[in-house]
């Protein structure tokens, strides 16, 4: 039995296991009463997988919780919402074909006599709207809002019932401007008057100095450890969010990277978001021949979004690109592809493979043409290939014509760089190619990465793994808020140096200086 | 003076069924004078009931991102149902029993109510497409349509005094100059539209259409909404299966056919879109109309069969051309309007 008057939520050991993954592992949380209650760790590191716990979103595997000395279980959102907890999510999850009263007012609707009141419902939109000083006429379709004011009809929809007591807010500025924060912050301090308690998520550290109260830093899964704000610096945190553990081997490169050539140079390359604001914003970037370019940054800083740009993908991006010294019109995919790039995507089961074709036909997709005469396909010529990949990467195949899933998700990658290879690029750009597979896999793509790279292939790789990208990149840009923060390379790659300056695009919004 | 202008076009776009349906009316009665008569209109109202109530059931089932293919064979197993109910009773054992027609209307409105449940239950529980279970619940009606009289027709359905069961017929009788079928059209279509708009069920069937994952996450059940719109769909289809045996005075195990096409074809005349989360009664109201005045105007006019449907085909493709020019019309607008307040 759990009782604390000052906690009013007790998370006692929570696991949550994914097939294949540990998201939470043993990690206890007290969510303090009238306080602002942050939750600090990397991406991955279960953060907001501990929050759908809180809110009924997902159950948990293992472990309980408890709330005024009672042990509870939320099977559902209407579980928790009967508690008084509420979230608003990292994703907004609006409805766009509906009015602003439809949405604020969606699943807690006032009825008269089983019919629906409008007036009331229209009223109270606007009484919300008005204390979150964003004045929106409550008819007006959601679709046809900014996203920061979608932001706001977000947060008002928690503010519907009066008996919220516990308000979850996973990253709610991610999308605002400044003066949006601003008045957030208000409502906040306005809702710890009130006794609610806030949970409060986000990245932008001098946000949470400014309005947390007490931080709890997760990495991994695990617990690291939690602290009032007044006790604590930036230093603190950002040591406790990285760690210390693991070291990968970094490699030693032969080629004389001074004098490569540029074989590729981005100049105010900007991409613009759907609702308002930047998700690439004037970002200037070169590639050498042979080197093992990095970017880092966090979700959503706009990394996998300057692959898309290059692969012609984002037609509607702006900005030049110079290849081999001349420059490049960006056409379809398959121009790319001829020019000389290749993709390893970032979701490999959606984007790098077709499932329902086997190992060998995976590899060849991109360069099925290289093997056809006059539009026959020649298989032995095809076979001789993949088998060549194969051995080049050690992909551990017992047959290449057995189905694509029949490998672990180590080779599948594998053979998705194979895939790439095979198309004889010129420039290959690897968005996170070492998420979800081991420990033993992740060396081993590193090393082909390191392996092709001496050969004169230049390569631009993504992670938001610090050690990973500090041990192969070359040199690394970081992009924070679609813009471009720092560049560094040799002694200047840090971890203090990528993390600070993967925050450093956050904290004064998103107006865009044109 | 370029935004009045776009602003205009919206207008004319959004309330363009309702435009086609005047211009078609006045095209028939120039093309044939006799068009325009109280007789041909009551004609025309009497075929619009029967797709319309179709449709209003296939409005929901679309609005929630789903299709309904089953409800034409609904039609023709619950006329045979009804009929063969009529003609030979109910035998158990021995013992053969009969129904007064009140009976039989609610037990053929629930057999309705019943096929929509398993539709709704199969795409939402097993996870089948719609599209895939609606068909396949559309060939098992059809064929136990056929069934239930090796596929001969039920001519009695007027019923025997002596039985107590007489009075099917009055469903396909005209009460002040006006056909049963359109009142029950006109009821059905109120509450309807009431359901839709007036009550949190509507909002949710909005809402699971419109992003189904956040209407989870708002606490809306969206599997519980689903079945619901099919069971709707499946009631919808029953009155058809009754009315269309008492106007034709016969149950007949083809009766039907088809017809879900011109339901969904009505549904999407009216803006339904069928990607879910937009659609209105009133809007499936003329889209009915208008399939209903260019198959009897066409009919009148002399245009034969095969060139009717060509004609259909092309108008329901224009339709959804519009509607999506309107979608990019718009959001350019929203863009615009964007730019001009930055």
Sequence with gaps: ?514 | MKKDNSQLIMTLLKGRTFIVLILLIIFFSFASPSFLSLNTLTMVAKHVALYGILALGMTFVIITGGIDLSVGSVVGLVGMLAGGLIQEGLTIGAKTYYFTVPAIVVLMLCIGCLIGLVNGLIITKLNVAAFITTLGTMYICRGLANLRSNGATFAAIGGYEGLGNVGLKALGADFMGIPAGVYVFAILSIIAAVLLNRTPTGWHILAVGGNEKSAKLSGIKADQVKIMTYVISGFCAAWIGLINTAQLSAAHPASGDGWEMNAIAATVLGGTSMSGGSGTIIGTIVGAFVIGVINDGMTMCGVSEFWQKIIRGAVIILAVVIDQTQRNLQAKMALQARNESK
């Design chain 1, 1 to 514: 039995m759990f009782d604390d008057p000052n906690v009013v939520l007790h998370c006692e050991k929570i696991d949550k296991i994914y097939p294949g993954t540990k998201a939470l592992d043993q990690v206890s949380f007290d969510l303090l009463k009238a306080k602002v209650n942050v939750l600090i760790g990397e991406n991955g590191a279960g953060k907001s997988t501990l929050m759908k716990m809180i809110a009924g979103i997902e159950q948990p595997s293992a472990g309980k919780m408890y709330m005024d000395g009672q042990e509870v279980y939320f099977k559902d959102t209407n579980a928790a919402r009967a508690r008084g907890i509420g979230i608003i999510h990292q994703e907004l999850s609006l409805f766009p074909n509906l009015t602003v009263y439809q949405n604020i007012f969606m699943n807690h609707e006032k009825t008269n006599m089983g019919f629906l009141d409008d007036k009331q419902h229209v009223d109270g939109a606007i009484k919300i709207l008005k204390r979150l000083e964003h004045e929106i006429p409550p008819d007006t379709m959601v679709g046809d809002l900014r996203v920061g004011q979608q932001q706001m009809v977000e947060i008002a929809r928690n503010l519907v019932d009066n008996d919220l007591r516990v308000l979850i807010m996973d990253e709610p500025t991610s999308s605002l401007s400044a003066a949006e924060v601003k008045v957030l912050f208000k409502i906040m301090r306005e809702l710890l008057e009130q006794g609610i308690s806030i949970v409060y998520i986000s990245h932008r550290l001098e946000e949470i100095m400014e309005i947390g109260d007490h931080v709890t830093i997760l990495r991994d899964g695990k617990y690291v450890a939690d602290a009032d704000i007044k006790d604590i610096t930036l230093e603190w945190i950002v040591e406790n969010m990285v760690g210390k553990n693991t070291q990968y081997h970094r490699f030693t490169r032969s080629i004389d990277l001074d004098h490569a050539e540029k074989i590729l140079e981005v100049k105010n390359l900007s991409l613009p978001k759907t609702g308002g604001g930047w998700l690439l914003d004037n970002v200037n970037m070169y590639l050498k021949k042979g080197e093992v370019l990095g970017i880092y940054g966090l979700l959503g800083a706009g990394r996998s979004e300057v692959f898309e740009c290059l692969m012609g993908m984002r037609p509607e991006h702006s900005g030049e690109v110079d290849y081999n010294g001349k420059p490049m019109k960006i056409g379809s995919i398959a121009d790319q592809l001829n020019a000389g790039f290749a993709i390893v995507p970032e979701d490999r089961q959606r984007q790098g493979l077709v499932q329902s074709l086997d190992i060998c036909k995976n590899a060849s997709l991109a360069s099925l043409e290289d093997f056809a005469t006059l539009s026959l396909m020649n298989y032995a010529a095809e076979e001789k290939a993949v088998d060549a990949e194969i051995q080049e990467l050690h992909i551990k195949v017992a047959d290449k014509h057995l189905p694509i899933l029949s490998l672990s998700g180590g080779n599948q990658q594998k053979v998705v760089i194979a895939k790439g290879l095979m198309t004889k690029p010129t420039v290959l750009l690897m968005d996170e190619p070492s998420r979800g597979i081991d420990i033993g896999a992740k060396t081993e793509v590193f090393e082909i990465i390191h392996k092709f790279s001496e050969k004169g292939l230049s390569i631009i790789v993504i992670s938001s793994e610090l050690k990973e990208i500090m041990a192969i990149a070359d040199r690394i840009y970081v992009l924070s808020n679609g813009k471009c923060t720092a560049e560094l390379s040799g002694s200047e790659i840090t971890e203090d140096n990528l993390v600070r300056a993967s925050y450093a695009g956050l904290g004064t919004g998103k107006n865009h200086a044109a």
